[in-house]
Structures are given as C-alpha cells and as structure tokens.
C-alpha cells in the first residue's frame, strides 16, 4: 500500500420525498479550504437535528481531493478540475479520483463546487450561460456573490485551436486537446445537469467560509429542499456585474513579462500595455475590460492570462 489516500469521504442527506440532486464539492484544489469548513458546518447542523431536508437529497464532499489537501497545495499528481472523465487506464492520482468523481456528478442534478482564490478580489461565480432562459444563471445569481464571469470553455477552446494551427512543441500534449478544459461543471453539464464554480474569495480569508455557506444555503433553497428562515440572502443578484473571457494568452517564453502586478479583474482600456514577450512584442488590451487569472508561474505553453470584456 502506498501511502496516497485511496478513498473519498462522501455524506448524503436523503430526503423522505423525491426531489433534486445536489451536489456540494469543497477542495477539489486542496489548498482551498472554505467549502471544506463551510460543508463541515452544515453537515453539523443536519446531525444536531436542527435543520431538515424537505425533499430531494444534498451529497457533500468536504475533501474532493484528498492528496493536494493533506499536502495543503493546489495538485496532487495534477489539476484535478482538468481532463475531468472516466478513464479505463488511470496514470495518476487525480485520474482515480476522476472516476469516482464522475461517477457521482452524473448521479446528480445541480452541482455546486467550492473555490477560492490568491489575491484579494470579491468572490465570484464561474458560470456556463448567462442567458436569462437558463436555468444555471438563474441559479449561480440565487447564491449570493454578484459578480459574475462566463465564456471559460470558448475560450479554451479557441486558445487550444490556435496552439493546434501554430504547431508548437509543447510538453504535454494534453494542452492541444479541448477535452482538457473539461473539469467539474462542464462534465456535469455534460451530463444534462447544471453546475457552477463559486470562487468564495482569497484563500485562508475567514470570510470565504461565510460566503460558501450562504451558497449552499442558498442553492438548497433555490431548490426547495429547505426552507430558509429570512431569505435574505436568497434574493436573485440585483445588479449583477458579468465579465465574458474573450482570450486566454499562453506564455511562450520564461522571460515573456507583465508590465504590471496584474490580477484578476486588473481593469485595462484599450491598447493598454499588458505584457512583453522576450523578444520585445507588446500585448496590448484590444478592448476595454480586464485581466483574469494571471499565472505567473505558467510554463512555456501554458495559459499565462485572460482577456475579459464587461458585459453588464
Ligand atoms: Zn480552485
């Protein structure tokens, strides 16, 4: 036996009549510790008996990746939120997790994963639609944040078609397939269900636990499997701000360099200077909006930064 975890902790709440399936994932980044305290917190309000499910069921995993979260760092053996589906030959950890974890998502109806952050920023909703038919954006504007940001798959997409056209070497090929962008809600959308990410804030903030939750109280009452005392945290987001990624920037050299201690939602106006590459190419914004998910660690032919317009 070797000394990797080699289970998964999974609680259910069943409710005596039928209903949705919801699904709350904390630390699928094992360094992000606020759904992991904020599911521990619920859960002990459903074993002390003071709160009740009405219908349905709600299944939490505290720790859903157990290898990062006993190292306290981001990965395992890899990002377990990429390449996520059932795989027959498993190479590394996250893979044997991935099995089990896709296992539970197509048992379910709604997902809602847990995050957090490195910089200090408001908390945030990953969210697959905003189109006001949808039933996910009606549900990611229930949980509380109002700030909102879509479009990651296309433009992951588009970012691993361009890598595909200028035939780089790269290291992993992973990174010239779309499919590994796939991590845990695009694979339970994939499934007919709906889910989003909800990014509660910078690591370690005690204020992160709050806000996941308030979330998890908030999709078990936008579900109706509870009936929340007040709803005052239930009321749809009033003026939600929705950022659309419209370009992620892959790294092409170690000495490509940020002209600035960017991070995310840095706002930029157009033909601002973002970033160098080593050869002295300038990226500018080609639009007014701002920059996400800066990487300064990105390898060579890694993602290194998106583009994000303001929609709303
Ligand atoms: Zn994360």
Same mark, same amino acid.
């Given at each position: 036996?070797?000394?990797?975890?080699?289970? %998964?902790?999974?609680?259910?709440? /069943?409710g005596?009549?039928?209903?949705?399936?919801?699904?709350?994932?904390g630390?699928?980044h094992?360094n992000?510790?606020?759904?992991?305290?904020?599911?521990?917190?619920?859960?002990?309000?459903?074993?002390?008996?003071?709160?009740? %499910?009405?219908?349905?069921?709600?299944?939490?995993?505290?720790i859903?990746n =157990?290898?990062?979260?006993?190292r306290?760092?981001? +990965?395992?053996?890899? $990002?377990?939120?990429?390449?996520?589906?059932?795989?027959?030959?498993? !190479?590394?950890?996250?893979?044997?997790v991935? $099995?089990?974890?896709?296992?539970?998502?197509?048992?379910?109806?709604?997902?809602?994963?847990?995050?957090?952050?490195?910089?200090?920023?408001?908390?945030?909703?990953?969210?697959?639609s905003?189109?006001p038919?949808?039933?996910? #954006?009606?549900?990611a504007?229930?949980? @509380?944040?109002?700030?909102?940001?879509?479009g #990651?798959?296309?433009v992951y997409?588009?970012?691993?078609?361009?890598?595909?056209?200028? @035939?780089?070497?790269?290291?992993?090929?992973g990174?010239?397939?779309?499919g590994?962008?796939?991590?845990?809600?695009?694979?339970?959308? +994939?499934?007919?269900?709906?889910?989003?990410?909800?990014?509660?804030?910078?690591?370690d903030?005690?204020?992160?636990? /709050?806000?996941? !939750?308030?979330?998890?109280? $908030?999709?078990?009452?936008f %579900?109706? %499997?509870? /009936?929340?005392p007040?709803?005052?945290?239930?009321?749809?987001?009033?003026?939600?701000?929705?950022?659309?990624?419209?370009?992620?920037?892959?790294?092409?050299?170690?000495?490509?360099s940020?002209?600035?201690? #960017?991070?995310?939602?840095?706002?930029?106006? =157009?033909?601002?200077?973002?970033?160098r590459?080593?050869?002295?190419?300038?990226?500018?914004a080609?639009?007014?909006?701002?920059?996400?998910? =800066?990487?300064?660690?990105?390898?060579?032919?890694?993602? #290194?930064?998106?583009?994000?317009?303001?929609?709303?």
């Amino acid at each position: 036996m070797s000394d990797l975890p080699h289970s %998964l902790c999974v609680y259910r709440q /069943e409710g005596l009549a039928p209903g949705p399936r919801l699904l709350v994932l904390g630390a699928v980044h094992g360094n992000e510790t606020c759904g992991t305290r904020a599911i521990e917190r619920v859960l002990g309000g459903f074993e002390r008996g003071e709160r009740d %499910l009405l219908r349905g069921s709600v299944t939490f995993v505290p720790i859903t990746n =157990p290898l990062a979260y006993r190292r306290g760092t981001r +990965s395992g053996d890899r $990002n377990l939120n990429r390449n996520l589906r059932p795989k027959e030959i498993t !190479a590394d950890f996250e893979d044997r997790v991935g $099995n089990v974890l896709c296992r539970l998502l197509a048992e379910h109806d709604v997902l809602l994963d847990l995050h957090s952050f490195t910089a200090p920023a408001a908390p945030f909703v990953m969210v697959g639609s905003t189109d006001p038919r949808s039933i996910e #954006w009606r549900f990611a504007q229930r949980l @509380g944040p109002q700030r909102f940001v879509t479009g #990651w798959m296309e433009v992951y997409e588009a970012g691993v078609a361009r890598r595909r056209r200028a @035939g780089q070497q790269l290291d992993d090929p992973g990174l010239l397939d779309a499919g590994y962008g796939v991590g845990t809600t695009e694979y339970m959308r +994939s499934c007919g269900g709906y889910g989003v990410t909800l990014e509660c804030g910078q690591h370690d903030d005690p204020e992160t636990v /709050e806000v996941a !939750a308030r979330a998890i109280n $908030n999709a078990l009452d936008f %579900l109706g %499997l509870i /009936e929340q005392p007040g709803r005052t945290d239930a009321v749809a987001a009033t003026a939600p701000e929705v950022l659309r990624l419209t370009e992620v920037i892959d790294r092409e050299h170690a000495a490509d360099s940020f002209v600035s201690e #960017w991070s995310s939602f840095s706002p930029v106006v =157009p033909g601002e200077l973002v970033a160098r590459r080593h050869d002295g190419r300038e990226i500018r914004a080609a639009s007014s909006g701002c920059i996400m998910f =800066p990487s300064r660690l990105a390898t060579p032919g890694h993602e #290194w930064f998106y583009f994000a317009r303001r929609e709303s």
